[in-house]
């Protein structure tokens, strides 16, 4: 019986590994939303928003791990959209483009929007590839570490029950 579970396990490892890295892009330029699409399609899930709304959309509906948002954007900063997300979606690794460089920006963005990352604008393909390999790897990471806390505190759990049992016995 627990050698069907481990491998169960497996497969539902094998699974999601095989399964693309879901990408949320935002930015207020239809022309960078379809390089972005255009260039990155066949290696990643891709989700595209012209607006923070659209963004915040999507990720009502979808479940994303990497959000590549623009900072200057008309209606709302890519910080100010990461910053109001986090309460609702904190688990997504936030990424800051821009084809200014601001410090400021890039101060906010760690601090307010808690970004992994932040790249300007026009981004090279390569190094965008490597950064979102990179931060998929948190994410996986981050996501283990609280499967395996979960399990670490059920395990506890057991234990300090039978230990009371046997206390009682």
Excluded at 28 to 43: I, V
Excluded at 94 to 115: E, P
Excluded at 124 to 141: G, M, Q
Excluded at 145 to 157: A, F, G, P, R, V
């Amino acid at each position: 019986m627990q050698t069907y579970a481990i491998f169960l396990d497996f497969c539902t490892m094998e699974d999601k590994s095989t399964e693309k890295i879901r990408i949320l892009y935002l930015d207020d330029e239809e022309n960078n939303l379809q390089a972005f699409k255009a260039t990155f399609r066949r290696d990643y899930k891709i989700f595209l928003a012209i607006s923070a709304e659209e963004g915040r959309e999507i990720l009502s509906k979808e479940e994303i791990d990497i959000i590549i948002t623009d900072q200057r954007m008309p209606e709302e900063t890519g910080v100010e959209f990461l910053a109001s997300i986090i309460p609702i979606h904190p688990e997504p690794i936030r990424i800051l483009l821009t084809g200014y460089t601001d410090i400021q920006a890039v101060i906010d963005s760690i601090n307010k929007g808690q970004v992994y990352h932040y790249l300007t604008k026009p981004w090279e393909e390569d190094y965008l590839r490597t950064v979102i390999k990179n931060a998929f790897e948190i994410y996986t990471l981050r996501k283990e570490n609280i499967k395996l806390t979960q399990e670490l505190i059920k395990s506890n759990d057991q234990l300090e029950f039978l230990l009371r049992q046997n206390l009682l016995s």
